[in-house]
T-cell receptor
Framework: DQQVKQNSPSLSVQEGRISILNCDYTNSMFDYFLWYKKYPAEGPTFLISISSIKDKNEDGRFTVFLNKSAKHLSLHIVPSQPGDSAVYFCAAISNFGNEKLTFGTGTRLTIIP | GAGVSQSPRYKVAKRGQDVALRCDPISGHVSLFWYQQALGQGPEFLTYFQNEAQLDKSGLPSDRFFAERPEGSVSTLKIQRTQKEDSAVYLC????????????FGPGTRLTVL
């Protein structure tokens, strides 16, 4: 049972345009959400997070939006740069989950120069 | 300021062999996690330590998997009698303390069981 879903395995975006990565979750106990970025042969690197009490968090070119009623979050990257090409994982923490991260299956983002 | 390190980076084992994977967390980090990432999937939780105490091992797939962190720093994940389905990347992560503190990941150990 996949509790965190990323339905787009891949996404290609022109350099300078906006990249939008989507994530859906089913467990209503999740109360903290994160995005991680992963390059080949490296571990995931934390990008940005959001608490369930907020609906938006922004950090430079990266913005995460949370819609609790729809159990949906999205990551916006603007403007997209070639170095953003990587696999992006959405992850969630449950307030009863002993701090463990539950990950989605990832979206491979390719920025086209 | 070294990050999380893992060794070996790559391990090839024959089916039935025992393997031991090592994780050196960031100094001072209280929490340590092990995740398993199969090809094309996201990382999946295996087990969690707070200092030397293993507080959650609900993700360990079988009793062939065993993890320890005896002195609250370095951790070892041991897999006994490896099977082909154990082939995956094993990721270690550490965080300072609080539940929402960022988890910092190591580069992983890629285990291939032949």
């Amino acid at each position: 049972d996949q509790q965190v879903k990323q339905n787009s395995p891949s996404l290609s975006v022109q350099e300078g345009r906006i990249s939008i990565l989507n994530c859906d979750y089913t467990n209503s106990m999740f109360d903290y959400f994160l995005w991680y970025k992963k390059y080949p042969a490296e571990g995931p690197t934390f990008l940005i997070s959001i608490s369930s009490i907020k609906d938006k968090n922004e950090d430079g070119r990266f913005t995460v939006f949370l819609n609790k009623s729809a159990k949906h979050l999205s990551l916006h990257i603007v403007p997209s740069q070639p170095g953003d090409s990587a696999v992006y994982f959405c992850a969630a923490i449950s307030n009863f989950g002993n701090e463990k991260l539950t990950f989605g299956t990832g979206t491979r983002l390719t920025i086209i120069p | 300021g070294a990050g999380v390190s893992q060794s070996p980076r790559y391990k090839v084992a024959k089916r039935g062999q025992d393997v031991a994977l090592r994780c050196d967390p960031i100094s001072g980090h209280v929490s340590l996690f092990w995740y398993q990432q199969a090809l094309g999937q996201g990382p999946e939780f295996l087990t969690y330590f707070q200092n030397e105490a293993q507080l959650d091992k609900s993700g360990l797939p079988s009793d062939r998997f065993f993890a320890e962190r005896p002195e609250g720093s370095v951790s070892t994940l041991k897999i006994q009698r490896t099977q082909k389905e154990d082939s995956a990347v094993y990721l270690c992560a550490s965080s300072f303390q609080q539940s929402t503190d960022t988890q910092y990941f190591g580069p992983g150990t890629r285990l291939t069981v032949l």
